[in-house]
């Protein structure tokens, strides 16, 4: 059955990071609607087991295909990493995680950074403890290169950090410099944000990434090595949503749990005005 | 029904932040038998709204009943300060939070205080943004006296600094620093750790605390007035579980969810050995 066009991209995470990856779509694909998950009920997946977080997986990707959508975007690195060749082979629609596009920015990256240099320098990922123990990254990048390797470092403050909104400061930069430091002593030379919350520290990372090696390192954002795919995916297909010169917005943002703050902490991943919100139940029963 | 005082105390926490309320239980309780859930799949409750921490406690709560148990203590502050009224109007048990025994605390080491001092200061809070939203901490304050003053605030990175280990150095230094300064300013003299999970960074707490103050701020845990209300209560029904003299120890714990690093965290709330474990479904359905 061929995709419906007029059907939204369905986008799911374990909370509101994913918006970062919903804006990145949105600057490439102007056209398209979206309909986004946030799990905030059970926000976050990093923590979890891998069986839990396929559960968890499940379960979000059920509720946006209930609705209607024509492929599903799993925004959540975690999620990403344990649940894509699952969700993949249980569903009739295509299905993205943003490890295997996050994989191939940071080859191309190294390799760029290998005719600069001269050395192929190792990629090192920071990521929730569950999305490093997956071994997904190294995975990804094995399948694109053989001779590339990979270095992952857990960084579990990150997240809680950025949802406090501490993302300038001593205490960020401290943590930032902790978590970076094994990764560069290591060889990295190329630094994977393998979570969504990271981009709102980006600054920082490039900064103490710098000071730590001595010289620059890039540092990749998956979400727009997938919002990339995406579009290529959307192209080739013809299967805009709307026609040429039309803009289509988010149309609806689900979420588990309405936190007091979450306006706020909404805001802080996505630029502009807030899309209708509704709260849906996936965890009694 | 009088209680059946072979059955063994049940104990719930969000995660595994309450085992320093066991461990408080233990040390005053020897012959006691513990049954503990951490809803480890859903944690952290600090985060969420106040309707979905009612419906998560309530399924805690279930299950426990259900194995039998001759009380409940709700270990965790956030559920405490949401839930215990509910629990006790739907349980045919006697149910203890951790919020009333802790104010009491709080209030007497106040009191103690303006002895000392010849002034009355207000008694400050550190806790999840759950537990000081839901102005429990005043609401039992002002039942105690009316001439003590609460002032509350929201630490919401000190939990995940106590599951990373990060509870000595400088970025948990000046997260406590941060958070207590508000506290200081407003005039408290008291502080209490309205979360299981702040015991592990008293010695910090309490070194920032009179740095900031200018003198000695005590610092209250309401673990340990939880363990002497429970005390009270066994002793004056006479329902211990084992003869004097015959230890009894933790029977088993219960998770909803097994992290990779679940020893590792259990064991810096949980001084010794580990009970048994059982991974428990209270998410799926």
Redesign the interface.
């Known amino acids: 059955m061929p995709p419906r066009a007029e059907l939204p991209l369905g986008v799911f995470d374990s909370g509101l990071g994913g918006l970062t990856v919903v804006g990145a779509l949105g600057r490439v694909l102007p056209r398209e609607r979206f309909l986004y998950l946030g799990d ?4 976050p997946y990093g ?3 891998a069986e ?1 977080i396929v ?2 997986s499940r ?1 979000c990707a059920r509720v946006l295909v209930e609705r209607g959508i024509k492929a599903l975007i799993i925004a959540c690195n975690t999620a990403s990493a344990v649940s894509v060749e699952m969700l993949r082979a249980e569903l009739d629609l295509p299905v993205l995680g943003v490890i295997e596009p996050g994989a191939q920015a940071a080859a191309r990256a190294a390799e760029q950074n290998a005719e600069q240099h001269g050395v192929l320098a190792k990629i090192g990922v920071l990521g929730t ?1 569950g999305t490093i ?1 997956s071994g997904a990254y190294p995975r990804a990048v094995s399948q694109i290169s053989s001779r590339l390797e990979v270095v992952g470092q857990p960084a ?2 990150l ?3 950025v ?2 909104g ?1 993302t300038e400061g ?2 960020p930069r ?2 930032v410099r ?1 978590y970076l430091t094994p990764l560069i002593e290591a060889g990295a030379g190329v630094i994977v944000l393998g979570c969504t919350h990271y981009p709102l520290l980006r600054g920082l990372i490039e900064q103490e990434a710098a000071a730590l090696a001595g010289r620059r390192v890039p540092v990749v954002d998956s979400a727009h090595a997938t919002a990339a795919q995406v579009e290529d995916w959307i192209e080739q297909g013809r299967i805009e949503a709307a026609p040429p010169g039309e803009a289509a917005l988010l149309n609806e943002l689900l979420v588990t ?5 979450f306006e706020a902490v909404a805001g802080r991943f996505l630029d502009g005005t807030l899309p209708p919100v509704t709260q849906i139940d996936l ?3």
Chains 1, 2 share one sequence.
């Open positions: 905030t009920a059970r926000v923590t979890r087991s839990t559960r968890y379960g403890q123990a579990p403050l997240v809680p950090l949802e406090e501490w001593e205490v401290l943590a902790r749990d309405l936190p007091a703050s965890t009694s029963g």
